[in-house]
């Protein structure tokens, strides 16, 4: 199972927004809706920031925002804030009853 | 509070055995898919293995098939991985993780343990 291809990299401004880019497979971001999104800072476990796409676990700011179109999903990050600075991985549930992260990104905020 | 604590990283030499555990509190450990996922320092995350809440159902990444077995103990909350012919590209810090949200989604995240597989 090949890795979800991410940007190794994006940047933004403080109160612009940014969208992460997650390619995968009809095999996996394109079959399911178990798409999830995760922040992780230097040192850090990682934590959930989207769920089944599009949805937000409780506490997570409404500045991140989750998508797919076919096989490609997306995190979207509205009003950056110094805080976000940090690697964003997704990750997809696959066909064959796996999970598959992308590479990763790491956002800068400028 | 959801905790989960890992133990048993360390120093193993190449072709070795390492048992991995994860301590669960805070939530109903039985009533939760678990997940170990392993991160190489500055790289990224990769998913490991995971099982149902009853114990019985597991699956493997193609890169541990046949030498990593995970399973659970609900009645001490407890997960583990148990990692045989360990390899030098093992090397990582291991997460043990709660599925959720249709129980492939990673909700709580235990601080890691750390294998290095090294002669």
């Known amino acids: 199972q090949s890795a979800l291809t991410q940007p190794a990299s994006v940047s933004g401004s403080p109160g612009q927004s940014i969208t992460i880019s997650c390619s995968g497979t009809?095999?996996?971001?394109?079959?399911?809706?178990?798409v999830s999104w995760y922040q992780q800072h230097p040192g850090k476990a990682p934590k959930l920031m989207t769920y089944d796409v599009t949805n937000r676990p409780s506490g997570v700011s409404n500045r991140f925002s989750g998508s797919k179109s076919g096989n490609t999903a997306s995190l979207t990050i509205s009003g950056l804030q110094a805080e976000d600075e940090a690697d964003y991985y997704c990750?997809?549930?696959?066909?064959?009853?796996?999970?598959?992260f992308g590479g990763g990104t790491k956002l800068t905020v400028l | 509070e959801v905790q989960l604590v890992e133990s048993g990283g360390g120093l193993v030499q190449p072709g070795g055995s390492l048992r991995l555990s994860c301590v669960a509190s805070?939530?109903?450990?039985?009533?939760?898919?678990m997940h170990w996922v392993r991160q190489v320092p500055g790289k990224g995350l990769v998913w490991v293995s995971r099982?149902?809440?009853?114990?019985?159902?597991?699956s493997h990444a193609d890169s541990v098939k046949g030498r990593f077995t995970i399973s659970r103990d609900n009645a001490r909350n407890t997960l583990y991985l148990q990692m045989n012919s360990l390899r030098v590209e093992d090397t990582a810090v291991y997460y043990c993780?709660?599925?959720?949200?249709?129980?492939?989604?990673?909700?709580?995240w235990g601080q890691g343990t750390l294998v290095t597989v090294s002669s």
């Open positions: 099982i149902n809440s009853a114990g019985i159902t597991t």
């Open positions: 990750c997809s549930y696959t066909r064959s009853d796996t999970l598959v």
């Open positions: 805070g939530f109903p450990f039985n009533y939760y898919w």
């Open positions: 009809s095999s996996d971001v394109g079959a399911y809706n178990y």
């Open positions: 993780a709660r599925g959720n949200y249709g129980d492939f989604q990673f909700d709580s």
